[in-house]
């Protein structure tokens, strides 16, 4: 799918599971929001919220991908960044689970406007999840809810173009083997519990002129590496400015980590942002493994990619 190329985009990680003020910047590429120049702190929360600001021919788009686990962080940081809901023109829910679509309704409530929200349909069906300590949900996202509250509901299936500059490539297909889903996770269809493939979850493409891909994807549960390589074969863009997102590894074991740092670098990726539901472990393993280019992925952190 022909993907036209802007002359940049910006991320500002408005939610994550991370704060750290002694992170590092990359000046001109990654910088850290420094300590004590908001009017009022950051919140770091198990959840994802991220705010894609794009620009081409003069023109500028705002995307917020996810809303985080609750209205009480993403607004808090909204707020401390100087980010209006209503300056956004259009919202993408990668998939669905609570801790991305936790603020959405108050999003919808306080907007003087109604709002494209692109997903995949398969982010109504009802998710819960098994670990260790017992089940935990189901949770439902409402469709109903969200048309009442002033919702124009895009719902995609399969690669579409946002605002004529960025591609959801709708469900991942899969091209390397140690990426599956993991157990853990259910979906409730008729009542009755299945694994969940995450046929919902879907990445957030753009093509930067003279510097390449940048993908944003949020958990990653088909895989980071399967992600990556299918935004390539659904652009015929195979360089890759940056990955930046979730990428849910450590719950995976030490030999999922290790398939997927090698499968990273045989990628040759410019610049690794990682946070959310990484995990530690593997956190520390992607710093080892990238040194130069890896960065963690922190609340108040601005990445841009082009001119």
Same mark, same amino acid.
């Given at each position: 799918?022909?993907?036209?190329?802007?002359?940049?985009?910006?991320?500002?990680?408005?939610?994550?599971?991370?704060?750290?003020?002694?992170?590092?910047?990359?000046?001109?590429?990654?910088?850290?929001?420094?300590?004590?120049?908001? /009017?009022?702190?950051?919140? =770091?929360?198990?959840?994802?919220?991220?705010?894609?600001?794009?620009?081409?021919?003069?023109?500028?788009?705002?995307?917020?991908?996810?809303?985080?686990?609750?209205?009480?962080v993403?607004?808090?940081n909204?707020?401390?960044l100087?980010?209006s809901?209503?300056?956004?023109? =259009?919202?993408?829910?990668?998939h669905? &689970?609570?801790?991305?679509?936790?603020?959405?309704?108050e999003?919808?409530?306080?907007?003087?406007a109604?709002?494209?929200?692109?997903?995949h349909?398969?982010?109504?069906?009802? /998710?819960?999840?098994?670990?260790?300590?017992?089940r935990?949900?189901?949770?439902?996202?409402?469709?109903?809810?969200?048309?009442? =509250?002033?919702?124009?509901?895009?719902?995609?299936?399969?690669p579409?173009?946002? =605002?004529?500059?960025?591609?959801?490539?709708?469900?991942?297909?899969?091209?390397?083997?140690?990426e599956?889903?993991? *157990?853990?996770?259910?979906?409730?269809?008729?009542?009755?519990?299945? /694994?969940?493939?995450?046929?919902?979850?879907?990445?957030?493409?753009?093509?930067?002129?003279?510097?390449?891909?940048?993908?944003?994807?949020?958990?990653?549960?088909?895989?980071?590496?399967?992600?990556?390589?299918?935004?390539?074969?659904?652009?015929?863009?195979?360089?890759?400015?940056?990955?930046?997102?979730?990428?849910?590894?450590?719950?995976?074991? *030490?030999?999922?980590?290790?398939?997927?740092?090698?499968?990273?670098?045989?990628?040759?990726?410019?610049?690794?942002?990682?946070? &959310?539901?990484?995990?530690?472990?593997a956190?520390?393993q992607l710093?080892?493994?990238? *040194?130069? /280019?890896?960065?963690?992925?922190?609340?108040?952190?601005?990445v841009?990619?082009?001119?």
């Amino acid at each position: 799918m022909e993907l036209p190329k802007i002359k940049s985009v910006a991320i500002d990680i408005v939610v994550d599971n991370f704060i750290d003020v002694f992170e590092p910047s990359l000046p001109g590429l990654v910088e850290r929001m420094p300590p004590g120049r908001l /009017k009022k702190p950051l919140i =770091a929360a198990h959840g994802l919220a991220m705010l894609v600001t794009l620009t081409q021919n003069g023109q500028t788009r705002q995307i917020l991908m996810d809303t985080s686990n609750s209205p009480l962080v993403l607004f808090n940081n909204l707020e401390a960044l100087e980010k209006s809901v209503d300056d956004i023109n =259009a919202l993408f829910l990668s998939h669905g &689970h609570p801790d991305h679509y936790g603020g959405l309704g108050e999003l919808l409530a306080r907007r003087q406007a109604a709002l494209d929200i692109y997903l995949h349909p398969d982010s109504y069906i009802p /998710k819960l999840l098994i670990t260790p300590k017992g089940r935990v949900g189901p949770w439902t996202l409402e469709r109903e809810q969200l048309v009442a =509250a002033g919702a124009r509901l895009q719902e995609n299936t399969g690669p579409t173009l946002v =605002a004529g500059m960025a591609l959801l490539t709708g469900p991942t297909e899969a091209s390397v083997g140690y990426e599956t889903p993991l *157990p853990g996770p259910k979906r409730l269809i008729n009542g009755k519990e299945e /694994k969940d493939e995450f046929q919902d979850e879907q990445a957030l493409v753009v093509n930067v002129q003279d510097r390449g891909l940048v993908i944003l994807s949020a958990c990653s549960h088909p895989g980071i590496t399967n992600m990556i390589r299918y935004a390539q074969k659904l652009t015929g863009e195979t360089k890759v400015a940056a990955v930046i997102g979730g990428f849910h590894l450590t719950a995976g074991g *030490p030999q999922l980590i290790q398939n997927t740092i090698k499968g990273l670098q045989e990628l040759d990726i410019d610049l690794i942002v990682s946070g &959310h539901c990484t995990g530690f472990r593997a956190l520390t393993q992607l710093i080892v493994a990238f *040194p130069e /280019k890896f960065m963690v992925s922190c609340v108040g952190t601005r990445v841009t990619i082009g001119s």
